[in-house]
């Protein structure tokens, strides 16, 4: 899979709810850009979360794809996600789309790439982006504590891989969907 530089989304299911977040860092090549950014957001009135790295323009078009497969295949997250997938390999325009996408509700979480990925890991963890290896590895280590949630996993997780990837920053957002 491609590595993007310049952001770092991570989603964590935990206790029936689910947390993704992204930091706010817009890079070109070794430039930061932008640092408040906004690479999440809720799809379908709330009941799906996204987050991607990549090209802004690309990751739109691939929100509008996944939702309108959502609204084929509603309240199917695993099912949109495939024929996502399946159209974003297939098709000659889509294939060319530089950006991954998570995509989670409160059952599944789901990394997307143009090459053909669909994977929903074990462990409710997903993350992509430059300090994506970072966040997932401090979201893994604080997956156990008590007292801690999904959105409190996210926050802390993501501020650690700012603090050691320079394509991440410290401008947060988290969305987070309780169970139903």
Known sequence: MPAFHGTTILA???????ALGGDGQVSI?????????????ALKGGKVLAGFAGSVADALTLYEKFEEKLDRYPANLPRAAV??????RSDRILRRLEALLVVADVDHAFLLSGSGELIEPDDG?????????YALAAARALLPT???????????????????CVFTNRHITILELPSA
Request: avoid cysteine; hydrophobic fraction near 40%.
């Open 12 to 18: 964590v299911r935990k206790g029936g709810r689910v």
């Open 29 to 41: 090549g070794e430039t930061g850009m932008k640092a408040q950014s906004t690479k999440v957001r």
């Open 83 to 88: 024929e996502l997938a399946r159209d974003w």
């Open 125 to 133: 963890i997903v993350a992509i982006g430059s300090g994506g290896n």
């Open 146 to 164: 008590p007292g801690l949630g999904a959105r409190e996993i996210v926050q802390r997780s993501l501020e650690i891989a700012a603090d050691i």
